[in-house]
């Protein structure tokens, strides 16, 4: 008999191999107590060797009798959920998805099985390679059918979703609990975050619960990767190359008209950052298939997804410790469109000054607000001097509030947290971006600094030059002393020498610390380090430029001076203390921000009030 592609799945198969009777026969023994054929049936399903026109002529029969498969007969159904149905011919495909829908339709208590089944082909199966003598369990990268199995899966989860309406209820915890090790290969992760956002495409209202689930996966891995590491492993990788070059050279003199680093590629040296690039550029490129139809913005979509990353922001970035890099996807979606981006300022303003947010909270709002206004290059003059507008009032709010209190107002992180992550905000911004603020009328642009009334925070009784970063306190000081907006030299001198020792027993004995209570922030949107999704980033950031006048630079002050040929002046900076007063670890701290105390510049945020 010849069969075709056509008839295959109406064509009885020819001389396949089976022993027993018919499943429907196998059932019916089953139920009267004969399980010799049942447990015969499960041993062929499982044979490894089965042939496509076996697993058709199973497939058939257990869709004509699929009423009678109920929970009793569930490790017969496992063993058929476990046929090797990818890869197969179209035939098995398709009679394996007719088989999926029958199932599902009639029998909903396997929904969550069969939701199992296909998400565990979201990644390349496993294979098992023997080196030396060992064997060595991998993903098959190589295997030729990867884009048309992951194509199948998602057909299968199309079908199921049809049958059974509720299904995405049930799908998210399996999303979730299948997600692989973050230890596994960059291809593992990049084929499963990969087919988690594709899933969203055609099961939208799981989208913001997706999101979350990767974002969750992608911060174990930020924190995991200090900026530190990567910095350092990279230029130990560099330095090896030239090591390796100038051995090459020595050994061989070829006139080759070739760069020594010709061949190197975009792979991260640091292996948890190699595979937090490879997720990164998967979420870049999802934001930017999302929001774009045939090239053009899409408003309504963008803005929906934008909905849907500020939640997960709020509840997963925002309060996380040393992030560095997973908090760019806002700010490259920010980039589409200017309204988005004043609405992500917008939010982060409410934040801040928002009391009923603990004050960890509203730091870190504070962090945001300061490092997006001085990095995002699409971010307008007027939009920077209207936030300007809105810190300075509220900082000028807050020193009024101080002042007729009636109380003897002191320098106290604890106590006033959020007022002075509210003035390195402001000083930060102005450090990146008053020379933008200055260029267009520099008569107009002096009139607008001196309106912000900076000498009057600067000299309050809160004494915030005390607190904040010293190169922020530095570079705030030479740039306003050089456009004579506010003189801080006698601050920052005064601030220097009543740095005295005291005694504290915070820490469960007595010790011996400086009493300087630095700021200890950090800047979220320093420099993006890894390399193939930093080049979405590139174009949209403004990267740190040295002061070239030398006399910006005072030398009397014992502030630290500008560092040369450094994209940015705060590159993993401490504060320069052997001691932070009031900033021993709590249960608070632990349970908002991340364990592990690693980034770039480092930082923690004190206790609320």
């Known amino acids: 008999m010849e069969i075709d592609g056509r008839d295959f799945l109406n064509t009885p198969p020819v001389k396949t191999v089976r022993f027993g009777g018919s499943v429907a026969e196998t059932l019916e023994k089953h139920k009267q107590g004969n399980s010799s054929d049942y447990e015969l049936l499960k041993h062929q399903l499982a ?3 089965i ?12 869709r004509s009798c699929v009423t009678q498969l109920t929970k009793d007969h569930e490790q017969l159904i496992y063993s058929v959920l476990r046929l090797p149905w990818l890869g197969r011919s179209q035939a098995v495909v398709e009679e394996y998805m007719a088989f999926l829908g029958n199932l599902v339709s009639a029998q909903t208590v396997y929904l969550c099985a069969c939701l199992k089944m296909v998400v565990s082909h979201f990644t390349p199966r496993r294979v098992t390679v023997c080196e030396g003598g060992v064997d060595i369990s991998d993903s098959d990268d190589e295997d030729e059918n990867l884009p048309r199995n992951f194509d199948h899966c998602h057909q299968a989860l199309q079908l199921i979703i049809r049958y059974v309406p509720f299904t995405s209820r049930f799908l998210v915890p399996i999303l979730q609990e299948n ?10 992760l990049e084929c499963y975050v990969h087919n988690l956002l594709r899933v969203t495409v055609y099961i939208p209202s799981i989208r913001r619960d997706v999101l979350e689930v990767i974002i969750g996966k992608l911060l174990k891995l930020d924190v995991n990767a200090s900026r530190t590491d990567i910095e350092e492993a990279e230029e130990k990788a560099l330095q090896n190359q030239k090591a390796d070059d100038q051995t090459e050279e020595g050994l061989f003199d070829m006139d080759e008209d070739v760069s020594p680093h010709q061949d190197r590629t975009d792979l991260m040296v640091h292996p948890v950052a190699e595979r937090l690039d490879t997720l990164m550029a998967v979420l870049m490129a999802y934001i930017k298939d999302v929001c774009h139809v045939n090239g053009s913005l899409h408003v309504e979509m963008t803005k929906e997804l934008y909905k849907d990353l500020l939640s997960v922001f709020d509840k997963l970035i925002l309060p996380t410790h040393a992030s560095c890099h997973v908090q760019y996807t806002l700010f490259y979606l920010c980039s589409f469109r200017l309204a988005l981006a004043e609405a992500f300022l917008d939010h982060l303003w409410k934040i801040l000054q928002n009391p009923s947010q603990p004050a960890v909270i509203r730091q870190a709002a504070a962090g945001y607000l300061g490092s997006f206004l001085a990095r995002a290059k699409f971010i307008p003059v007027i939009t920077v001097r209207a936030c300007l507008d809105l810190l300075l009032s509220l900082i000028h709010r807050y020193i009024d509030s101080q002042d007729s209190s009636g109380r003897q107002v002191c320098c106290d992180i604890s106590l006033h947290g959020p007022f002075y992550t509210a003035c390195q905000a402001v000083f930060y911004t102005l450090i990146f971006r008053h020379r933008a603020i200055l260029e267009a009328n520099m008569k107009k642009g002096l009139e607008y600094l001196q309106s912000l009334n900076l000498e009057r925070v600067v000299m309050s ?8 970063l010293p190169s922020v306190t530095s570079m705030f000081a030479a740039i306003t002393r050089k456009y004579q907006v506010v003189f801080c030299y ?3 001198e005064r601030n220097n020498r009543i ?6 027993s915070s820490a469960g004995g007595d010790s011996v610390t400086t009493n300087t209570n630095p700021l200890d922030s950090f800047f979220p949107f320093d420099p993006y380090l890894l390399k193939r999704s930093g080049k979405l980033i590139e174009p949209l950031y403004q990267v740190w430029e040295e002061l070239a006048d030398a006399e910006l630079l005072p030398t009397k002050t014992g502030q630290q001076s500008s560092r040369e040929d450094e994209d940015d002046f705060l590159c993993g900076e401490a504060p320069q203390t052997e001691g932070i007063v009031g900033m021993t670890p709590s249960s608070f701290d632990s349970n908002v921000c991340s364990p592990n105390s690693i980034g770039s510049p480092p930082s923690s945020f004190p206790r609320p009030f």
Do not use: G
């Open 47 to 49: 044979d490894p060797e």
């Open 51 to 62: 042939k496509d026109a076996q697993i058709i002529n199973w497939l058939q029969e257990f």
């Open 179 to 188: 997600f692989p090790f973050i230890q596994k290969s960059s291809r593992t």
């Open 461 to 468: 009784q809160l004494n915030p030059l005390k607190v904040c």
């Open 490 to 492: 006698s601050v920052i």
């Open 499 to 504: 740095a005295l020792p005291v005694v504290r």
